[in-house]
């Protein structure tokens, strides 16, 4: 079955800490990738998205994240956290047939 | 980015009773919006697709006469769960976006709507 895959279920670290979190997608045609924050109580926001072109892609707040298509992969990275980067982290797929397919989420915590 | 409006954001209700949702696109026409359905600690799993004007498509395993949508018009998209469980108590998020049922385009979310059915 198509899936997204996130490697970790709960990461704490402290600020200043470099995050990396993992997204690895089973769905072999033409995709669109994103990742999605959800601060507590509040929407999902987005913090970046791969459609075409440069596989580096960056978002808001200092993220970045890397398509690998060999790898199916599209890992998010941010070189310093703060506190405030505290939130539950989403990688998310678009298919050929338009749905997007979450992973289960990260949650991250930063410690001050 | 544009926004969608969800709404009640918190809903507690007594088994067998019904509860409807709205989902509203505020600043742009949504012929698409999305229902979700996240369970603690899980991914958001898709419901179903709301269609403007047309029946909505569900997903696998989701029973369409338990959750009844409804896309009359193209800002707002309901969603009813008719004979309401605990089992159904979740957190239910809508999506839309003017081009959401298209590549290259993002969606955007409403706030969600905490279920609890007791």
């Known amino acids: 079955a198509q899936s997204v895959s996130q490697h970790n279920h709960h990461v704490i670290l402290s600020e200043a800490a470099s995050l990396e979190l993992g997204c690895n997608y089973s769905y072999g045609g033409t995709v669109n990738l994103f990742w999605y924050v959800q601060y507590p109580g509040q929407h999902l926001q987005l913090l970046l998205k791969y459609f075409s072109g440069d596989p580096l892609v960056k978002g808001i707040k200092g993220f970045e994240a890397e398509f690998i298509k060999s790898k199916f992969s599209f890992n998010l990275r941010k070189p310093s956290v703060q506190w405030s980067d505290t939130a539950e982290y989403f990688c998310?797929?678009?298919?050929?047939?338009?749905?997007?397919?979450f992973g289960a989420g990260t949650t991250v915590t930063v410690r001050a | 980015g544009a926004v969608v409006s969800q709404h009640p954001s918190r809903v507690i209700c007594k088994s067998g009773t019904s509860v409807k949702i709205e989902c509203r696109s505020l600043?742009?026409?949504?012929?698409?919006m999305f229902w979700y359905r996240q369970f603690p600690k899980q991914s958001l799993m898709l419901m179903a697709t709301s269609n403007e004007g047309s029946k909505a498509t569900y997903e696998q395993g989701v029973e369409k006469d338990k959750f009844l949508i409804n896309h009359a018009s193209l800002t707002l998209s309901t969603l009813t769960v008719t004979s309401a469980h605990p089992e159904d108590s979740s957190f239910y998020i809508c999506?839309?976006?003017?081009?959401?049922?298209?590549?290259?385009?993002?969606?955007?979310f409403g706030q969600g709507t905490r279920l609890t059915v007791v």
């Open positions: 999506s839309a976006g003017d081009g959401a049922a298209l590549l290259n385009t993002e969606a955007f």
């Open positions: 998310a797929v678009k298919r050929g047939d338009y749905k997007l397919s």
């Open positions: 600043d742009f026409q949504a012929t698409t």
